[in-house]
Structure formats: structure tokens, C-alpha cells
């Protein structure tokens, strides 16, 4: 089949280079030139594991092409699928429609025959009546169906979530539509993903109720891990001995950090921001935000404490700043609210992370990067594990720190009590 896909962020690009992968004929466009430059060059914008050797494998066979072109890219294509951003919006938690109202305009110049446009993006219930309607202005309904195909990749693992998804789910009414799409996705469904036909608006629905669950998972685990502080028992045997019931299930029920990344913090607030709109009160997500946001200044009193009160000059070694392992993503990474308020304390801070220094940290005050873990921890009090990379799992502390009163404050519980006690090493996870 012949597919466009309009941004070609974390989305548009895997979702891209995977449905060529699977023979399809591909255009992924971006607005950035920079970006479709590099990409044409074999440059990767994003990190993600098995992207760079997919991308080249399926550019150089010629199935997936780079463009700037939106006009040539949607007249060469029967499938649209509109990739990009839908960020909250400046003043309000409401999603900001305007990157996929732009797109829809210029989708409707360039209709001369029946295609298939899809959102991808996550958009509040009802965005794909409002596409429609900007679209029949100028083209009959016949020659268009506007579907929802909300996507569910996670950072990190994104291209085992497209490959392997659990479900597919396309909103739409529309048989003609629906027969396509089936095809386009029936190498997934024969792997065993389930297929969801369902109305638009259900569609779009369903991403940001899955988001909200999802986030409501994590923050009752960090709420839980709160009482655990105070009660002497390990987070740890809540989150296994609750997790093995299958109605509940183990992941996302690991006590950490404020759930952060692209997704769950503006999708909270904008499926609120939505029921705001219909009167309705999600009083669930809202506690939820209101939690999570809590939760980055709870585990900076927690350094305070580890600390004693006394942050000037102390040096901080932070590993991992991103939202979670195997990405590059900082969008809304609670270390982007920590490492500021410790840097204005007077604290020295060191970082490392496996995907690079950080644009975001260029300008604070005794705020470095360290191009290795070793070289990021050798003289520091205190050492917070933030991100749960491999890299980080069997650090030999003893060997390589030299100051002998070290901390480790564990965000994600990686170690074992246990083991750091017999280590004789100073360490402390959160909810125990
Ligand atoms: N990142 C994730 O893990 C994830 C997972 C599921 C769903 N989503 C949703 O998918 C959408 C995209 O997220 P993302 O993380 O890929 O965003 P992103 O910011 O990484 O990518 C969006 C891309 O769209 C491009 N763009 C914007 N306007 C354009 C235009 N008019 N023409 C061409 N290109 C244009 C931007 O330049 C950018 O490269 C969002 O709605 C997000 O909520 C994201």
C-alpha cells in the first residue's frame, strides 16, 4: 500500500519505517528540513534501539523515502496518517489541535482521489468530526474517510509495540476504510494482535482513558510506597504480591519518580480539560495530577534529608535524566524539575546518561555531564539513580567511588538491600 505519514517524530518515524518494513510503499514527511536531511544522510534523529539498522535497511531498498514535500508526498499516497504533535496548550491543559488542523488544510489541497486519513496522534474526542468538517469544505465526502488509529508504542520499546502490538484499534464507520486498514495491519493481526473496530470517537477515547489508567497505576504505587516509608515494609513485596493477580498485573505497579515522558502528563491533563468541557469530573486523574505533581518535590525533600539540610556544595551525581530507560525523550522527566531547584541550592551536579549531555542542563550553574558512569560518580556524597538503564544495574560503588561516606539513593529500586547492606554501602530506594 501506498502511505504517508505526516511528522516523522517518534510516531511517524517507527510507525513509518515498520509498516515498510512490513512492504509497504512509505513517504515520511516533516516540516524540519534539518531533520528529513539527516535522515536521507542515515543520520537518526531519535534514540531508540533497532531503529538506525531498520531505517537503513528499508531507505536503501527504496521502500521508505524522507521528504519535505507534503503536497507531492499525500497525491503519491491512498494513506495518510498524521504523525505530529499534540502538545497541552499554553494556557490551559486543554491538547493544542493546531499542528493537526494546519495538516488537515494542506491534506485538502491535495485530494484527487479517494484516500484514507488517519490520526495517529492523540487527539481529544470529536478531533476527527472537527478534520472532516475542514476537509469537506473543499472536497467531497466521497473521496476521503477520516479514521482514528490511536498508537500505543512506548518509547523505548517501540518497535517491538508496533511490530507485537495487543490490539489495533481503528475508529471508524466506514467499511470501505476498515476493509483497507484490516489489510494494512492483518501481518500484525496474524501474530496474534487483536483487531478493535470501533466508532471514531470510542477510538480516540480509548488512548486517552489507557494513558490515564496507566498513569493512575503508577502514582497509586507511589503513593502506596509513601506508607511503606513510614510502616518498615518493602514496596518491592506490595507491587509482586498485588502484580501476580491477573486482574491487576505487575507493570506499570513499580514505585519510582513522577511519571513523566511525551504522553501521560498531557494526556491526564487533557482528558480532564475534555470532560471539563462536557461536565464531567474525572476526580480520579485529577487527584492523579495533582499527585504525580507532588512527587518530584517528595523526593527532593528525600535528597534534603539523605543530605542532612546541607545541599551548598554538596555534590550530586545523577544517573540517567531522561523520563525512563532506552530513549532520549526529556519531555516532562522529573529530572528537569530536581536538578534545577538542587543547582539554585548551591549543589554541585554531575550527570551521565547513555544518551548524552542534555541541552536542557547547558546552562545551569555547576551542572556538568560526565561522559562515564565512573567518571560521574568517583567524588560524590550522594549518588541518585534515576533512570533504569542496564548500565546502571551492576555498578561496582565500592571500587569507584572515593569518598567514603557516599550515598546511593535508589529512584527505581535496582539494588538489593540486602546485598548494599552487606556492601556496607549507604543506600536507600524508594517505598522502603
Ligand atoms: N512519543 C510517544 O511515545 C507516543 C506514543 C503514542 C502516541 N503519541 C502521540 O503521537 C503524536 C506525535 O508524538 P511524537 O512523540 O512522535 O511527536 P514528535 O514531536 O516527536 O514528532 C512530531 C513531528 O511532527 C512534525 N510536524 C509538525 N507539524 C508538521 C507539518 N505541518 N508537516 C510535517 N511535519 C510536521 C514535527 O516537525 C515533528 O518532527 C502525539 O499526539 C503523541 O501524543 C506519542
Known sequence: ???????????????????????????????????????????????????????????????LKFSTNLKDSILKSDIIFICVGTPTKKNGNGADLSQIFNVAKEI??????????????TVPVTTGDEIEKIISQKVPKKLFSVVSNPEFLREGEAIRDFTYPDRVVIGTNDK????????????????????????????????????????TKITFINELANLCEKINVNIEDISIGMGLDKRIGGRFLRAGPAYGGSCFP???????????????????????????????????KRIFDLLKGKIKNKKICFLGVTFKANTDDMRDSSSLSMIPTLSKKGAMVNYFDPTGEKEEFKNLKNVNFSKDI?????????????????????????????????????????????????????????GH
Not at 8 to 26: A, E, I, K, M, Q
Not at 112 to 119: A, D, E, L, R
Request: aromatic residues 8%.
Open 108 to 121: 485538502r489541497a491535495s485530494i484527487t482521489k479517494f484516500k484514507i486519513i488517519i490520526t495517529k496522534s
Open 266 to 300: 498531557k494526556d491526564t491533563k487533557a482528558i480532564v480539560s475534555t470532560a471539563d468541557k462536557y461536565q464531567t469530573d474525572l476526580s480520579v486523574i485529577k487527584s492523579v495530577i495533582k499527585s504525580n505533581e507532588n512527587r518530584s518535590t517528595l523526593l527532593l
Open 1 to 63: 500500500m501506498k502511505i504517508c505519514m505526516i511528522g516523522t517524530g517518534y510516531v511517524g518515524l517507527v510507525s513509518g519505517v515498520c509498516f515498510s518494513d512490513l512492504g509497504n510503499d512509505v513517504i515520511c514527511v516533516d516540516r524540519d528540513l534539518k531533520k528529513v536531511d539527516n535522515l536521507k544522510k542515515g543520520i537518526i534523529p531519535i534514540y531508540e534501539p533497532g531503529l538506525d539498522e531498520l531505517v537503513l535497511k528499508n531507505y536503501k531498498n527504496k521502500s
Open 374 to 430: 565512573n567518571n560521574a560518580i568517583r567524588d560524590m556524597d550522594l549518588i541518585v539513580i534515576h533512570t533504569e538503564w542496564n548500565d546502571f544495574k551492576s555498578i561496582n560503588f565500592k571500587k569507584n567511588v572515593n569518598n567514603k561516606k557516599f550515598i546511593v539513593f535508589d529512584m527505581r529500586n535496582i539494588y538489593s538491600i540486602t546485598k548494599m547492606r552487606e556492601l556496607k554501602i549507604k543506600y536507600f530506594g524508594v
Open 176 to 215: 470501505r476504510a476498515n476493509k483497507i486498514l484490516k489489510n494494512l495491519y492483518s501481518p500484525l493481526i496474524s501474530k496474534g494482535a487483536k483487531y478493535v473496530n470501533t466508532s471514531r470517537r470510542a477510538a480516540e477515547l480509548i488512548k486517552y482513558a489507557s494513558n490515564a489508567f496507566l498513569a
